[in-house]
């Protein structure tokens, strides 16, 4: 039987900063973690804890175990200045973390990465929008148009894949 895991107050707000940290979508790293995007967006949320299965799958791509869970990060992952770095981009506003990101490209004359989009086709999109529709019920009126909204950039990287 699964540890049940990922239900201590700010582990979803962890979870989604590690997943953004490796710039996948919520599609992705579910499919890491060997879940559906809807239990992706469970545990973001703290609606659903997460499984030490789930938290194994996911360690393995790349997030960071010991922040998500203690809010901390692992010893030895990354150096002091890099801790110290991250973890006052973690604090920041997002309009204040791009500024950053295109700073720190800058002075280490790196371009900034860019995310390649490609249109999806409509049965694709209709798909994605059906499945983030499945996984909203209860959601009415100016609600659903709010979370869709916010999930839009996701369900068309998603689609697009």
Known sequence: MPTILGNTAGVGARLRAERERLRLSQTE?????????NSQTAYE?????????YLRAVTDAGVDPLFVIA?????????????????AFDHMAPSD??????????L????????????PSTAALEDAISSFLEGSPGLTGHELVHELAMSLPII??????
């Open 156 to 161: 068309l990287r998603g689609a697009a894949r």
């Open 108 to 119: 280490a004359g790196q371009p900034m990465p860019t995310a390649t989009f490609h249109l």
């Open 45 to 53: 949320t703290e609606k659903t804890p997460f499984t030490s299965e």
């Open 29 to 37: 790293l579910a499919q890491l973690g060997g879940v559906s995007r």
């Open 97 to 106: 973390r791009s500024t950053f990101q295109r700073l720190a490209c800058a």
């Open 71 to 87: 809010g901390v990060r692992s010893a030895g992952a990354l150096s002091e200045d890099q801790t110290s770095l991250l973890s």
